[in-house]
């Protein structure tokens, strides 16, 4: 139901764009996220969007990253400037998803995809 892409190697103080498309019988999608998880580390939350475009970032990435979202293709993007080796981990994007046919919304997962960040 979500596919994340866009990691990759980066140098510190370099930029990448992840996205997250939502694929399948779609009545609608409300609050979309990124989260990360570092090796060793829990899950943390990166950013939040609601569906009228919301934002909120965890204090990490604050002023670096921002969160982004295509409604009419069901996306949600992730810009990340000034990248710092801090910043290596797995994203996986979120969110939460009102199928067509039983309209219970339901949180989804995407895969996770690697961002490392060289120093």
């Excluded at 989260?35 to 569906?51: D, F, H, M």
């Excluded at 409604?71 to 801090?86: D, F, G, R």
Aim: glycine share 10%.
């Amino acid at each position: 139901q979500l596919q994340a892409s866009g990691g990759g190697l980066v140098q510190a103080g370099g930029s990448l764009r992840l996205s997250c498309a939502a694929s399948g019988s779609i009545f609608s999608i409300n609050d979309m996220a990124w989260y990360r998880q570092a090796p060793g580390n829990q899950r943390e939350l990166v950013a939040t969007i609601t569906s009228g475009g919301n934002t909120n970032y965890g204090d990490s990435v604050k002023g670096r990253f921002t969160i982004s979202r295509d409604n009419a293709k069901n996306t949600v993007y992730l810009q990340m400037n000034s990248l710092k080796p801090m910043d290596t981990a797995v994203y996986y994007c979120n969110a939460v998803i009102i199928p067509l046919l039983h309209r219970i919304p339901y949180i989804y997962w995407g895969q996770g995809t690697l961002v490392t960040v060289s120093s």
